[in-house]
């Protein structure tokens, strides 16, 4: 029952934006720690953002002033906005939600930068 459904990838050419979204279903989203995850071909999945239940962040090194996570508990949906975009932000986007032993991501949606 539980549904993590992203939206939004593509392809982009580098330095340009994307916004990904992850619309949530089956629980009580809005207690829920959500996030961001990718993983590139030969790739461990990584760490990207996540927001916490009161609204703080966090991002990985790598993303960090050029990427925002944003969540509006009124549509169970998270938001990804990808700006500057680089070649190396190539991967699949995985929402994540963070909810101990029923902790899950969604099937992913494919980020390609490239001209």
């Known amino acids: 029952q539980v549904q993590l459904v992203e939206s939004g990838g593509g392809l982009v050419q580098p330095g340009g934006s994307l916004r990904l979204s992850c619309a949530a279903s089956g629980f009580v989203f809005s207690i829920n720690t959500m996030g961001w995850y990718r993983q590139a071909p030969g790739n461990a999945r990584e760490f990207v953002a996540s927001v916490t239940s009161g609204g703080g962040t966090n991002y990985a090194d790598s993303v960090k002033g050029r990427f925002t996570i944003s969540r509006d508990n009124t549509k169970s949906t998270v938001y990804l906005q990808m700006n500057s975009l680089s070649p190396e932000d190539s991967a699949v986007y995985y929402c994540?939600?963070?909810?101990?032993?029923?902790?899950?991501w969604g099937q992913g949606t494919q980020v390609t930068v490239s001209s």
């Open positions: 994540y939600r963070g909810a101990g032993p029923l902790s899950r």
